[in-house]
């Protein structure tokens, strides 16, 4: 998506072999005008698998899902929450999500009723890396006997396997961006994204 | 708001004597077309006081932020993160917020660049109870030296103190329901509100 690939190299920042900080227009600060632009993205590039039920992670994925959902007719959004729940409760289904970056598993979960048998869900998030989130809201989804109609990124790191592994599994994965490397601080962009 | 008063008398649940769930539609399901309403209104209440920028905390607060913003005419959305910097950073500004419920002391913190000198700030969060969180995000803004405009709040609680101390401080205050009380379950909505 060219108003998400201008913005990244713009104002983009990346450090290191692997860090691509986009807080200044989608993660700390957001850019309003270009976030419903990317919700119009998503929506042309799933209405036609007629999602009923927009899913992402809190926190930085809400105005990402709240943006799609919009542009899909507002449908509802569910963001499921981090951490186990304090109470083993049978209203609350949850997944382990492993993070590569700080090697720690921590636990989504989501409460039942929001996430209803037979949905068909939408999930959006703004980073796919490894691919632990999307795996683990896709958990989410089995356990809930729900269909994932697909995946919907902001930006993916395409030097990380989350991706492949996604695609190879029949995902429809669509990313308005994807980072091929970081060199020098300069952040490379796949040209057909 | 009518459309929000109906939505919690219709969906939310009271839990003893202070708790007012709104889950169902606003803080982990969130009802996409109620929540573009809830933005409107609260741009209507404030247009004429010209924002430039809404504020907010992660992460329920986040949808609502970016309703009120689309709403008027895609300001950006900054929202401060939860807990403090790992490393004291001079690019950061923190302010506490002390929880009555778990009786403990949190911190928020923001980008400086990200809140300009001068901006001006509409805090825009999802409850108003003790005030403490709009306290702490008023506080950022003074340390940046910008104007808040005012609150837009979605659900005040009128038998907690929030409310009451940003009115006798002269803050613009737009609660868009009050929770008079929570009795037997029942929430009781104050008529004007």
Tied chains: 1, 2.
């Excluded at 998506?1 to 227009?25: H, N, P, S, Y």
Aim: hydrophobic share 50%; aromatic share 6%; proline share 3%.
């Amino acid at each position: 998506m060219e108003q998400l690939r201008e913005a990244i190299e713009r104002q983009g920042v990346g450090l290191g072999t692997d860090i691509v900080k986009v807080d200044m227009f989608l993660n700390h600060r957001i850019d309003t005008g270009l976030l419903f632009a990317m919700g119009e993205a998503w929506a042309e590039a799933f209405r036609d698998d007629r999602p009923d039920l927009v899913l992402t992670v809190e926190a930085s994925g809400i105005a990402m899902a709240v943006a799609a959902a919009h542009a899909l007719g507002d449908i509802p959004v569910v963001f499921a929450k981090k951490g186990a729940t304090v109470v083993q409760s049978a209203d609350m289904v949850q997944a382990p999500v492993y993070s590569f970056t700080h090697k720690t598993q921590n636990m989504i979960r989501i409460d039942k009723r929001y996430l209803p048998e037979n949905s068909r869900v939408l999930i959006i998030d703004d980073f796919l890396a490894d691919g632990e989130a999307a795996r683990g809201m896709m958990l989410l989804c089995e356990k809930r006997k729900a269909t994932v109609v697909g995946v919907g990124i902001a930006v993916e790191k395409g030097f990380q396997p989350g991706g492949r592994k996604l695609r190879e599994a029949g995902v429809k994965l669509v990313s308005l961006a994807i980072v091929d490397a970081i060199e020098d601080g300069r952040i490379v962009l796949r040209e057909q994204a």
